[in-house]
């Protein structure tokens, strides 16, 4: 069976860049909900600058495939694409994590791979806080298996 453009549950996204899909309805305790976000004024091709989330939760932003995550205290940027074959990860509000819709590979808020097909963590972007807002250089994402001071590096701690 075919699936459509618009219900891209499992689609790469390396061939589909413009479908991002994120679990709506009630989180946990945690995490207030994952929303969607946009990229502040500032941002380039290159570079992307979010403020700094209020509270603990999931956010995307679907134009440039990165994930915002806070939690507990600390701030990380992620790929959307999962690791194993670059299908979107969506986030699981029942069970506060990360899950693959293709081959279920499971990951931490913080990106930590559980269990599935993936052999690493996330992937995580470089990011910086700058006053409110934190930068996310798009040029530098780091593997947890090939670059693991700078994958554990990549966090803003507030
Ligand atoms: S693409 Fe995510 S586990 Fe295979």
């Not at 390396?14 to 679990?23: D, I, K, N, P, T």
């Not at 969506?90 to 052999?119: I, M, N």
């Not at 700058?130 to 701690?157: H, I, P």
Request: proline content about 3%; hydrophobic content about 40%.
């Amino acid at each position: 069976m075919s699936r459509s453009h618009d219900d891209c549950t499992g689609c790469p996204i390396a061939s589909r860049r413009r479908f991002l899909a994120v679990a709506g309805g009630t989180l946990g305790a945690l995490f207030a909900q994952a929303t969607a976000i946009d990229a502040r004024a500032g941002s380039t091709a290159d570079e992307k600058r979010y403020a700094i989330p209020g509270g603990d939760g999931v956010s995307i932003d679907r134009a440039a495939e990165v994930i915002l995550v806070r939690f507990h205290g600390q701030v990380f940027a992620f790929n959307l694409a999962c690791p194993h074959e670059n299908y979107a990860l969506r986030w699981r509000d029942k069970d506060l994590r990360f899950q693959c819709p293709e081959h279920e590979s499971r990951y931490q808020p913080d990106g930590t791979f559980v269990d599935g097909r993936a052999t690493r963590h996330m992937d995580r972007f470089a990011i910086r806080r700058e006053g409110t807002e934190v930068v996310v250089d798009l040029n530098m994402l780091y593997r947890s298996d090939k670059q693991s001071s700078e994958w554990a590096a990549a966090v803003v701690r507030l």
